[in-house]
């Protein structure tokens, strides 16, 4: 029910400076666990790595960020996200400067690994902070304002990043991005509140309730392994998390795999790399804006839960599966344009963490979360050993795209059978 202001004060907008704020951090997390992928094809030459070990080591962040998930969630729902978050963001980003002094595989592995759990907090953190934070008719175009700073970074940033690796060295990236990241950690702590807690006037406090925000979550003083084993049970969860796993899988490829594939595949120099890259990556800050803009009008226009919030994800993944396409032409521009159709797509399927606010039991967002994304990561385990040891195999990427667009087909088909109705889990 909507709550009337006439003769009150306008309600603030506190709420968006929260979302500046995971908005940014998001950006940063995906630029601090993804500029290996810019790094690569330099890296691997210098350190004498070959595509199937590339491809272990793309997947050992996703590892540990898998197994991390289920923890960091627990310890988001006993801490808080003002903490949490900034020891994340912290500790990330220390990691992710570590990087540029690696002069080994082994060592870099392990800061892999390392960077996997310090990350496994942040996508949990921002869930929480849209379903504290906004009312449910906001939540999708909130949600897809964030998930935009996944793309956002290397969009703008690629021509510079492999601008700088030219003049510098790859080392240098990890340098500028674990800089930037300690830096905003102090940001995030001087900046972020709970609702109670902010300068948000009482007219937006009573706007962020009546639309569903879960203002007040209760703090869990210890993990609930019962209540953890009966979430795991339902078909919500199994639905959302299947289908997420295979948009997943088309992020992760764009993520590590792409600068190589058109450097070795379709043999672009830096410039041309530079360039070509940000497209798709432009593409993709549409479709989470579009998707979730779409998504909230459908609400606000009287469609129910199952078709506003369903709808866009699915027609996202059966029009990604057009990553195949690229097997089959030969223009640089035409392959470029069927990459950004299809990762355009994948902005629109992003948006399953507003399905993650919509079912969330009361008092285990973070453990929701965390089980969503530890599922959405296994892509990040399985995507890059898959497409690494196809092009170690056949010395081409046609089956690799063959495999990214099967598996987006399926996670269409996860949404459209298994996830049933969009409504909160009550677990007795």
Known sequence: ????????????????????????????????R???????????????????????????FSWSYAAAQVPGGAFLDRFGTRLTYCLSVGLW????????????????????????VAESPCFPANSRVVATWFPRQERAFATGVYTVGEYIGLAFLSPLLFAMMAAFGWRSLFVVAGAIGILFAGVWWSGYREPRQSRANQAELDLIVAGGALLDQPVRPKFDWTGAGRLLRTRQMWGICLGQFAGNSTLVFFLTWFPTYLATERHMDWLKIGIFAVAPFIAA???????????????????????????PIILGLLLASTIIGANFVESNIAVIAILSVAFFAQGMAALGWTLVSDLAPEGMLGVTGGVFNLAANLAGI???????????????????????????????????????????????
Do not use: C
């Open 1 to 32: 029910m909507a709550v009337s202001h006439i003769g009150e004060a306008r309600p603030t907008r506190v709420r968006h400076t929260m979302l500046a704020l995971i908005a940014t951090g998001t950006l940063i997390n995906y630029l601090d």
């Open 34 to 60: 993804t500029i290996l992928g810019v790094a690569a094809p330099s890296l691997t030459r210098e350190l004498g790595i070959d595509a199937a070990l590339m491809g272990v080591i793309f997947s050992a």
């Open 93 to 116: 980003s220390l990691l992710t400067l570590f990087q540029a002094f690696v002069g080994g595989v082994a060592t870099l592995i392990g800061l892999r690994l390392a960077l996997g």
């Open 285 to 311: 800050s549409v479709g989470v804006l579009f998707g979730g803009w779409w998504s909230d009008r459908m609400l606000r226009q009287g469609h129910s839960p199952n078709v506003a919030r369903k709808l």
């Open 382 to 428: 399985v995507t890059p050993i898959v497409v690494g040891a196809i092009v170690a195999t056949t010395g081409s990427f046609f089956y690799a795209l063959a495999f990214i667009g099967v598996v987006a087909l399926l996670g269409a088909l996860s949404y459209i059978f298994i996830l049933g109705d969009v409504r909160r889990i009550v677990l007795d």
